[in-house]
């Protein structure tokens, strides 16, 4: 049937971040100083670390080795224990003199900017790995990766219909097999046929292909209700995070000699403050309600704007929903006073939903800022907002494919123009994304070959997730000190935990945060890989730490016993 033919005609009918009060200035000078001595004492261990290597191949590798020692002797840096400089290139053969890029004259904001999710922790927990593979005797046999929202590499499966999808876009002579099904073969010769010279290896357009994107503008006005979705409001990136920086991008610019300001919530994804730290420009912190289901209030909201006036201009307000790391769902009426709120302040929203389809709890629901802004009427319908979706996330988990897109609203049409011209030099997105993103938009319905199979990975992924949402709630609420609050949504549970003073004082002598000292020794101990309440950031007083909810069940109650036993032996010692 698919033999020689046309695929279409045939088939288709500045300086680093600050925050905003003067203690919190302070605090932030303060880490961005700690920061640059971390990554300098880094550097310099590393070369120390790779001339005690080079030393060994000589016959006096044990004098040089003693020398070096002597002279250097053993840094207590946060990041000693990790060992990072094997993560790193070890060629230090010459004096950093010598080099051309040191770190006093590189862009500091590299140095300044901070990824918690893939840190010193996860650095450590790759070593551990290492460590077990040859046979080093720990008291675990492996290492339980809770720190990151990967769901294909905590043993989810990948949907059957999106792996077809790009089977058959990336090998076309796949259309001519009977083993697939007739409906995913009309989707595959669409995508094809929306592509230069019919194949996925072409460039596409900078926005990304016309028809998934008309296919998103159809998911959306699906999605919400009826209201219009415009396709040429939508671009598609490489996940969401291409996306978001391009937005943030585009509006770091001074306004009345005041740096531009970027309002996040604490916790926050840390993509946000990296991202920031990276561009120079201002982070404008705002608190989550942790008393009231990590709620979003319209009084901390104009406390933490009327604030970071004094110091810059907030252009934008993040939010996102539902709540990474803290798990937490907005109601429609905390939706209608984040709107009033940006609007009245004239802020940019951006709206990161990427976890849309992730809602267990019974009594939440998700709702878009587009469509309640919309229903809202005038003059909420015109708020300038910018709302982003991924194929990471939800059902799909397809964190390596990167694809992703943005729906932008209400932009001045220069302003747009100006966006749509800065995403031209990236020239396009993935085109593997983009079949992604199609999949996800645009699934089997009702009636055609794929749907029932379809339907049932799909459901069962969810409720899975709804198992597990429930299990670690369950589990870490029974733990002595913990304060955890329900997984209304997302991937992720974000307990508060009480840490005895004398931990405390053990993390101090360590130079660790105790949140962090936590973490390490709970690696260490029991394998768990999490990532500390700091690198999302917490009120001052209070620790937490962020874990999945994505390992397997039966990992994951095997998870949840480790850290029971962990927690109980940590306050016997340290209580």
Not at 190 to 218: F, M, P
Not at 351 to 359: F, H, I, K, R
Request: glycine share 6%.
């Amino acid at each position: 049937m698919f033999k020689n033919r046309k695929i279409m005609s045939r088939m288709l009918i500045k300086p680093a971040a600050a925050t905003v009060s003067a203690a919190l200035q302070q605090q932030q000078r303060q880490q961005q100083q700690y920061v640059i001595r971390r990554w300098k004492s880094f550097l310099h261990n590393n070369s120390n670390n790779a001339n005690r290597r080079a030393a060994k191949s000589t016959a006096t590798a044990t004098a040089t080795a003693a020398a070096t020692t002597q002279r250097h002797g053993t840094s207590g840096d946060f990041i000693q224990p990790l060992d990072v400089r094997r993560s790193f290139s070890t060629s230090h053969k010459m004096p950093s003199s010598s080099k051309a890029l040191t770190l006093d004259n590189i862009n500091p904001n590299f140095i300044a900017m901070e990824y918690a999710v893939r840190g010193p922790l996860v650095i450590r927990a790759g070593e551990i790995e290492k460590e077990l593979e040859k046979g080093v005797k720990k008291p675990f046999d492996q290492v339980i990766r809770a720190n990151i929202g990967d769901c294909h590499a905590m043993g989810q499966q990948p949907l059957t219909f999106l792996r077809q999808l790009m089977a058959l876009t990336f090998e076309t002579r796949l259309l001519d097999s009977p083993e697939y099904p007739e409906d995913v073969k009309k989707r595959a010769c669409a995508i094809l046929n929306g592509c230069q010279g019919q194949s996925v290896g072409s460039y596409t357009d900078s926005a990304g292909l016309e028809v998934v994107r008309r296919q998103v503008a159809q998911y959306i006005e699906k999605r919400d209700g009826g209201i219009a979705s415009d396709w040429q409001d939508i671009y598609l990136t490489a996940g969401a995070s291409p996306g978001i920086k391009s937005i943030l991008s585009m509006i770091n610019s001074e306004v009345g000699c005041k740096p531009p300001g970027v309002m996040v919530p604490i916790p926050q994804y840390p993509l946000y403050s990296a991202t920031i730290s990276e561009y120079g420009m201002t982070k404008v912190d705002y608190y989550l309600e942790e008393e009231t289901g990590w709620s979003l209030g319209r009084k901390e909201l104009q406390r933490s704007y009327d604030e970071a006036k004094k110091v810059c201009n907030p252009r934008a307000l993040v939010v996102i929903n539902p709540g990474n790391p803290t798990g937490q769902v907005l109601t429609r009426e905390n939706i209608e006073e984040i709107i009033k709120f940006a609007h009245e302040n004239k802020v940019l929203v951006l709206a990161d939903e990427v976890y849309q389809d992730n809602v267990y709890d019974k009594n939440s629901k998700f709702w878009s800022f587009k469509k309640v802004a919309y229903e809202m009427g005038e003059p909420y319908r015109n708020l300038e907002m910018v709302s982003f979706l991924s194929t990471s996330k939800g059902y799909l988990g397809e964190c390596g494919i990167r694809g992703g897109y943005m729906e932008v609203l209400n932009l001045d049409p220069k302003v747009k123009a100006m966006l749509t011209k800065s995403i031209t030099a990236a020239l396009c997105s993935t085109t593997a994304g983009q079949v992604a993103v199609s999949a996800l938009v645009n699934p089997p319905q009702p009636g055609e070959p794929s749907y029932d199979l379809y339907k049932k990975e799909r459901d069962g992924i969810l409720a899975a997730l709804k198992e597990r949402a429930e299990l670690v709630h369950k589990a870490l609420n029974s733990f002595e000190g913990y304060k955890v609050n329900p997984v209304q949504g997302a991937m992720y549970v974000f307990p508060q935990i009480e840490i005895p003073p004398k931990a405390i004082e053990a993390a101090k002598a360590k130079g660790m945060a105790p949140d962090v000292f936590y973490a390490f020794e709970l690696l260490e101990t029991s394998g768990i890989c999490i990532v500390p309440g700091s690198g999302f950031g917490q009120k001052p007083g209070t620790w937490h730490f962020r874990s999945t909810i994505l390992p397997q069940t039966d990992k994951l109650k095997l998870m949840m016993e480790k850290f029971r036993v962990f927690h109980a032996e940590f306050m016997k010692k340290y209580k």
